[in-house]
């Protein structure tokens, strides 16, 4: 009883106390946007491989699939990074505040401040996080009311798709030493050229082997899906 009637008449923050408790916030935040960047990088190690087995085995179709799920990897570690900086640079914003909210006793208005915050609301990876922290601040008049401007900044999802095709040749080239010009024109499966003596594998032998070739793409394709999500 005594807990909730303590609760319920709990003293109010001061300013500083406000702005360390958003600053822990921000850096917990930031410390797992570092920790989904580790987890997309050790499972494109992963992706890497698979990309030399499949120009191994001439498998165009396979390897350009895999190149390109890389790219979208990478395309998402570089906004990841940029979350990072303007979580980063909202902590110093604030605790540069501090000085300030000793001097006049309350917070002061920031521009921006407002324009960060407004900018990471769109991050799926922490929009929760900046939606309660949007909240405090306008209720302790850090920030103003907000101009929801999603539409226009919105990523135009072609042109994101023409820049990951322009991308797959560098990541072929890079991984497996072979450039999309070099592979077979063919996206169809195909196998290494056998010896002519050597006999042909049994149809049913060969679907399961490429049943199983593509379960493992699939996987690795849900795995990274996973860790960027």
Do not use: C
């Not at 023409?162 to 996206?187: C, M, Y």
């Not at 050229?193 to 699939?218: F, I, R, S, T």
């Amino acid at each position: 009883m005594m807990d909730r009637v303590k609760g319920v008449f709990k003293p109010r923050p001061t300013p500083q106390e406000q702005l360390r408790e958003w600053q822990r916030r921000l850096r917990q935040e930031a410390r797992n946007v570092e920790r989904q960047v580790r987890d997309i990088q050790r499972e494109e190690k992963n992706v890497q491989k698979s990309i030399r087995e499949a120009v191994r085995r001439n498998d165009t179709g396979s390897a350009k699939f895999l190149a390109k799920e890389i790219v979208r990897s990478r395309k998402v570690i570089d906004r990841l990074y940029e979350n990072r900086a303007q979580l980063n640079s909202i902590s110093m914003h604030l605790g540069e505040s501090v000085a300030t909210a000793k001097a006049v006793g309350h917070l002061a208005k920031s521009s921006e401040v407002l324009k960060m915050v407004n900018n990471l609301m769109k991050a799926p990876e922490i929009s929760r996080t900046m939606m309660e922290l949007q909240k405090e601040m306008l209720k302790a008049g850090v920030i103003e009311e907000i101009v929801n401007d999603a539409v226009d900044s919105a990523i135009d999802t072609e042109d994101m798709e023409d820049e990951i095709d322009e991308e797959v040749d560098k990541v072929l080239s890079e991984v497996a030493g072979e450039t999309i010009s070099q592979l077979p024109a063919t996206t169809k499966r195909e196998k290494m050229k056998q010896p002519a003596d050597a006999e042909a594998a049994p149809p049913q032998q060969q679907a399961v082997a490429e049943g199983d070739d593509e379960a493992e793409l699939e996987a690795l394709r849900a795995r990274l899906a996973d860790v960027r999500s």
